[in-house]
């Protein structure tokens, strides 16, 4: 090795070494740059959003999709959920990653539906103007179908199921998720509005008013004080009503506390009632979220008996219980 090269590497290792330096650098200040607040609180309603939900409702379309959220998160029939001013997310953690998060069916649950057109209204494939989706039978057209795809499409409001068609003297579209209407007075871009499907089918299904209570603010990055749990909710159901030997089953569960915020690491202990033996499992402790879920491996059980799965939670001295159970078929 020549004077010129022994002069040479101590140069190279101090460059690489401040090169990796910077890619570390630039690294960490994008990744924090890209990391969403872990909660955010709303004063307009007085709640607040966080986690995956809130990761949603920046990344899809905000206020103006959404609108303020009505609620804080809580379990509704078995599922961890948060109502805004137009919708409800649900949290589907059996889910890939991308579906994880989903807009409520709002709309179809109150059965706004209407018959599909007859196959002679069907446009063209190739309308500019109007689509056709097979997978209920509507359109949807000209200014509804420029905000539907602009905003997100069937991710964010399902599939059309009805036509657009006048309501209380102004023209509207239902869609699984949300109602769009137009107000032809307004400028163009804000023509097309959501109408608040959230606060209206909060009434419609008679929820709980207190779950609308305003809740404590988080104030200058501090973390939400709240009271510990001094009781425990506990929700379960599982991934199919039916099964067979040989085969699995899952079971989910959420555990909720006195004001139905999530309860973190709280231990989970299921027993599924066999005919032969019940079956004891230790769930893995509850996210921060409330959730957690196990999957088993069937035992050989009659045909058409129901299988109870009995469930625990406990958290410090206090404990909760539910069920829930399946059914043996071929």
């Known amino acids: 090795m020549t004077a010129q090269t022994n002069r040479l590497v101590p140069l190279m290792r101090i460059a690489l ?3 990796l330096g910077l890619v570390a ?11 969403p607040s872990a909660i955010e609180y709303f004063p307009e309603t007085g709640h607040n959003v966080k986690g995956e939900f809130l990761e949603f409702f ?5 206020l103006e999709v959404f609108g303020y959220p009505i609620t804080e998160e809580f379990v509704e029939d078995g599922r961890l959920v948060q109502y805004f001013q137009r919708t409800r997310l649900e949290l589907h953690p059996e889910n890939s990653p991308e579906y994880r998060v989903q807009p409520g069916l709002l709309a ?4 706004g539906s209407t018959s599909p057109i007859d196959p002679s209204q069907i446009p063209a494939p190739d ?5 056709y989706f097979p997978e209920t039978g509507h359109t949807v057209a000209f200014s509804f179908l420029a905000f539907f795809d602009a905003q997100g499409g069937v991710d964010i409001f399902g599939y059309p199921i009805t036509e657009f ?3 209380n003297g102004r023209f509207v579209q239902y869609f699984q998720r949300a109602r769009m209407e137009f107000y032809p007075d307004l400028p163009p871009a804000q023509r097309v509005q959501l109408a608040d499907l959230g606060e209206i089918y909060f009434d419609f299904a008679g929820l709980d008013p207190s779950l609308r209570r305003v809740a404590p603010a988080r104030l200058s990055g501090a973390p939400v004080s709240l009271s510990e749990p ?10 199919s009503p039916y099964a067979a030997y040989p085969g699995k089953q899952t079971v989910y569960v959420y555990v909720t506390d006195q004001q139905r915020r999530g309860v973190e690491n709280a231990r989970v202990t299921i027993v599924v009632e066999y005919a032969a033996a019940p079956k004891t499992y230790a769930l893995a402790p509850t996210e921060a979220n409330g959730y957690t879920a196990y999957v088993f491996d069937l035992e050989r059980s009659p045909v058409a008996r129901n299988v109870v799965i009995r469930v625990t939670a406990a958290f410090g001295s206090i ?3 539910t069920q829930t159970s399946f059914v043996y078929w071929r």
Do not use: H, K, Q, Y
């Open 17 to 19: 070494i401040a090169s």
């Open 58 to 62: 920046r990344g899809r379309g905000g």
């Open 319 to 321: 404990r909760g219980e």
């Open 165 to 167: 068609f006048s309501e």
């Open 108 to 111: 179809e649950l109150m059965d």
């Open 230 to 239: 001094t009781a425990l909710r506990v929700d379960a159901s599982v991934a």
């Open 127 to 131: 309308d500019p103007d109007r689509r």
């Open 25 to 35: 650098a630039l690294w960490f200040f994008s990744a924090n740059a890209r990391t």
